[in-house]
């Protein structure tokens, strides 16, 4: 399995004014029979050339009692964004609209060529076959956060049912005030590369000082 890790801290130092926003759209549609088809984007036009951010990949997972779409998006702006919030409408082989649901990105901004995960979990369960469309909204980043978090992955391991996944590692502030909240974020995806799962967990302390270390 291979996996794709983040690190993010909310620093109160930074002040953030958002004097202006910039909204846009973006949609795919996937049917899950098809082998790994290309994405279908339909896109709103904007008034520069600027690229779109595109979502890579995504997957329906079904167990007994529920489903969920996870999936990663990519910032391909030349400028950062946050709020990145994904959508999903559901429907039936029949094209019935039978669920909708979303959720935010793991990652509050992402700067440009970055990744983040999803994961939007349904009220109820659904069909394999059910094929959906995911549309994301975002805001553009007025101000972007500085790179002083250094991150040291240790040992990863299955549990005992093999039902679970768990990384282990830890996060040094390099900066020069603490870093507060700071979340480590991770993408999981399977032998051909696409998204198993996505979950995030805070480092502990979640305040980590100047030349601090903190686990996770």
């Known amino acids: 399995m291979n996996f794709l890790i983040y690190i993010s801290p909310l620093i109160p130092l930074l002040i953030f004014a958002l004097i202006s926003i910039n909204f846009a759209t973006a ?22 050339d600027e690229p779109k951010p595109v979502i890579l990949d995504s997957t329906l ?26 959508a999903a409408s559901v429907y039936d082989k029949n094209n019935v609209l039978i669920a909708t649901s979303d959720s935010s990105t793991i990652d509050n901004q992402i700067k440009p060529g970055e990744k983040s995960g999803f994961s939007i979990s349904l009220s109820d369960k659904v069909p394999k076959s059910s094929r959906y469309v995911l549309t994301s909204t975002f805001e553009e980043s007025e101000e972007t956060k500085p790179e002083f978090l250094k991150l040291n992955i240790g040992k990863s391991s299955k549990g005992s049912l093999g039902l679970d996944y768990k990384v282990v590692g830890e996060v040094t502030n390099s900066g020069q005030d603490d870093a507060t909240s700071v979340t480590v974020s991770g993408i999981f995806y399977d032998k051909n590369h696409n998204v198993l799962d996505t979950d995030y967990t805070y480092t502990k302390p979640d305040t980590i000082g100047p030349g601090q270390k903190a686990p996770f």
Request: hydrophobic share 25%; charged share 20%; no cysteine.
């Open 27 to 48: 949609q795919m549609e996937i049917t899950p029979e098809e082998n790994n088809p290309a994405p279908i984007f339909n896109e709103t036009t904007t008034e520069s």
């Open 61 to 86: 997972n079904t167990d007994t009692y529920s489903s969920s779409i996870g999936g990663e998006i990519l910032n391909n702006f030349t400028y950062p964004i946050e709020s990145v919030r994904i």
